[in-house]
């Protein structure tokens, strides 16, 4: 029996099995699996305080310790710790949202835009833009753990250590996340701990190293003298660059929200995950830059030959490299065995729900063109290949060049996932027994919206590339709907026998 669009819902929306997939009957099988085509059961929801570990986890990364502390170099901290206030506000807002409508579906982020925004074959192109990201996350992050690895024990980059190294850290990203969300919020929730124990830890030698107090660090203005055109300029950069990457956290949280037992559940793990990304990871992140770049700098200056190791003309432009490229060497430099025990512990968390979610999407990327799927551990073992493959080829650097268009990309598919519900059909779930298979209005105003946001900033006429991609979409997406493609056009309906009620 099919859900009646038209009748409000206390709770999540049933929605069918999507597609044929392989079994999963016995306990193991449906764990690995873990209802990557299909709704949640009601029986298997969670509390928002269980899920926070995940988008906490997931945010409190190096690259987005960098992040917090490029926004506050940037701007000076008070203004970058004022624009990360704000971000935690609108990147909890955002992340709820998109998160509630996962909870209602009760299905991956992906595979809800199947029900909210692009249809059955149509959240093909969700599925593109969101594992391209994702891949791309786990091949820089790799790399990242590589390099500090060989730092640290002191080994030139050769095939027999990229095998190792590499080896290594993909069979850990491959059996983590295949036994589905249990093991991977178990795992989540211990290194999230692990890691603030020891940012802390880093942090206190930063300081206590660097000669200087906590009250004159966050005190400090502007670190970077030149680019900017006055301090409006400064804070709408600050602004673009930390919530930049809301909408791809908007996202991987939505895969944790289908498990969420209410929308208040998820507004504790997206509010909660927003406010350690945006400001907690912010502050450890300028006290850790800040301070450790001094004493860093001068531990290369005292050494040579260690200084020697790092690419740069000065002191100052080697440490810049190793803040922003080699995290794992100036971590190793601070606070030797225990900053290293700090890039493990904080990139471990990440890759792991990177290589869930990768799989997550994959699986609805292969099911929605095909309408088959080889199971969702199939496509971690695709997704880790893929990351192999990145970096095997030399492809990491444009990997990086693509983020930003990508983060524009990824906020407009967020905004379209709230538009759909939220404004068309508003706040009633769809019929997910009777599905488009293209949503020509969601997947043209995705394109146009993505395409204007990235062009005005290539162009210098803004910054704030994701705005111009909320505000595109959540305009054009409900035109276009309601007046010349109504639900229908040219398109065919995927008609499907619906998942037992509640």
Known sequence: MAVDPSVPSAGPASSPTLSSSPSTSGGLGQRIEDHALERVPDSERRGGWGLLWNTAGVGSTLVVLSVGAAVTL????????????????????????????????????????RFYGLGTRGSALASLIFAVMIVGFIALENAMLYNGTLF???????PGHAVLIFGILTVAWLILPTFGI???????????????????????????????????????????????????????????????IAGALALVGADFARYA??????????????????????????????????VVGARLAADPALAATQPGASIEDKVSGMVSANPGAFFVVLAGVTGFGLVYAAQAKAQVI??????????????GLTRRSPGRFVMLVVANGIAL???????????????????????SLSALLIADYFLVRRGQPADPARVEQVNWAGVITLVIASVLAEVLVLTGV????????????????????????PEGTGTRFDFTSSAPQR
Do not use: C, E, K
């Open 152 to 158: 640290l024990l002191g080994w030139a980059p050769s």
């Open 462 to 485: 803004t910054r704030l590339g994701f705005v111009v991609a909320i505000v595109a979409t959540a305009v054009l997406y409900p035109v276009l709907r309601r007046t010349v493609l």
């Open 389 to 411: 493959v990145m970096i095997s080829i030399g492809i990491l650097d444009t990997i990086s060049s693509w983020l930003d268009a990508l983060g524009i990309l990824t906020t």
């Open 74 to 113: 940037i701007a000076g901290v008070g203004w970058g710790i004022a624009v990360g206030a704000v971000t935690a506000v609108l990147g909890g807002a955002l992340g709820w949202a998109v998160g509630h409508v996962s909870y209602v579906s009760g299905t991956s982020s992906t595979v809800t835009s």
């Open 354 to 367: 990177n290589a869930y979610s990768a799989s997550l999407s994959l699986t609805n990327l292969v099911d």
């Open 261 to 294: 037992r209410t929308s208040r559940d998820v507004g504790i793990m997206a509010v909660g995950g927003s406010i350690v990304v945006n400001l907690l990871v912010l502050v450890i992140g300028t006290l850790i830059v800040q301070a450790g770049s001094v």
């Open 182 to 244: 249990a093991l991977v919020q178990r795992t989540s929730g211990l290194l999230t701990a692990v890691s603030a124990v020891l940012f802390i830890v880093v942090a206190g030698i930063a300081v206590g190293s660097s000669g200087h107090s906590v009250g004159v660090i966050l005190g400090t203005g502007t670190g970077i003298p030149t680019g900017f055109a006055g301090q409006a300029d400064r804070v709408q950069a600050a602004f673009a660059l930390i919530a930049g």
